[in-house]
Antibody
Framework: QITLKESGPTLVKPTQTLTLTCTFS??????????VGWIRQPPGKALEWLVI???????RYSPSLKNRITITKDTSKNQVVLRMTNMDPVDTATYYC????????????WGQGTMVTVSS | DIQMTQSPSSLSASVGDRVTITCRAS??????LNWYQQKPGKAPNLLLY???SLQNGVPSRFSGSGSGTDFTLTISSLQPEDFATYYC?????????FGQGTKVEIK
């Protein structure tokens, strides 16, 4: 059974860097084609895709956020880490990590999400 | 960037109704189109991928069609558990852009 869970701060100050961790089980980055992405959703608004990292360390970024985002994976810990710099109140959102299976072009399983508020 | 536009933004329907939601891409995306359902306070759930392939465990009343730039999600007979927000997503360029969502409400 595949599960994903996001963790990190619930409150960050403007200009700070946000670090979120996605801890997963039931799959491994040693499997060809596996990927984990991050998606966010401001309160009452639509989903926004941020970034994805694949089993071979290929990384794809949203063009609008690529200058602020870093994604890394720790295969030994089954974790993916998202870092977003220069946080602003408009970045207040629920942040989800999600799994894409080999040869899939969709996020087949999602974490429960973690709410991050940006406020001084 | 590929933009995805859904219509309508919201709709009211009754149990048993046939419901259709449209998604349009700003450029051709072949059939690289996914549909998700999201209920309040929950993570999205994949319904269909590749424009028309039903994800395992999703009821057959959900169907999808389209290719190129125009796509539709159809619920053949709306059930109480189907009241939710639906999002399309293009996967032609990365696993990327979502539409703005369509909220299906009870009439």
């Amino acid at each position: 059974q595949i599960t994903l869970k996001e963790s990190g701060p619930t409150l960050v100050k403007p200009t700070q860097t946000l670090t979120l961790t996605c801890t997963f089980s039931g799959f491994s980055f040693s499997t060809s084609g596996v990927g984990v992405g991050w998606i966010r959703q401001p309160p009452g608004k639509a989903l926004e895709w941020l970034v994805i990292i694949y089993w071979d360390d290929d990384k794809r970024y949203s063009p609008s956020l690529k200058n602020r985002i870093t994604i890394t994976k720790d295969t030994s810990k089954n974790q993916v880490v998202l870092r977003m710099t220069n946080m602003d109140p408009v970045d207040t959102a629920t942040y989800y990590c999600a799994y894409t299976s080999p040869h899939s072009y969709a996020f087949t399983l999602w974490g429960q999400g973690t709410m991050v508020t940006v406020s001084s | 960037d590929i933009q995805m536009t859904q219509s309508p933004s919201s709709l009211s329907a009754s149990v048993g109704d046939r419901v259709t939601i449209t998604c349009r891409a700003s450029q051709s995306i072949n059939t690289y189109l996914n549909w998700y359902q999201q209920k309040p306070g929950k993570a999205p759930n994949l319904l269909l991928y590749g424009a028309s392939s039903l994800q395992n465990g999703v009821p057959s009343r959900f169907s999808g069609s389209g290719s190129g730039t125009d796509f539709t999600l159809t619920i053949s007979s709306l059930q109480p558990e189907d009241f939710a927000t639906y999002y399309c997503q293009q996967s032609y360029t990365n696993l990327g852009t979502f539409g703005q969502g369509t909220k299906v409400e009870i009439k």
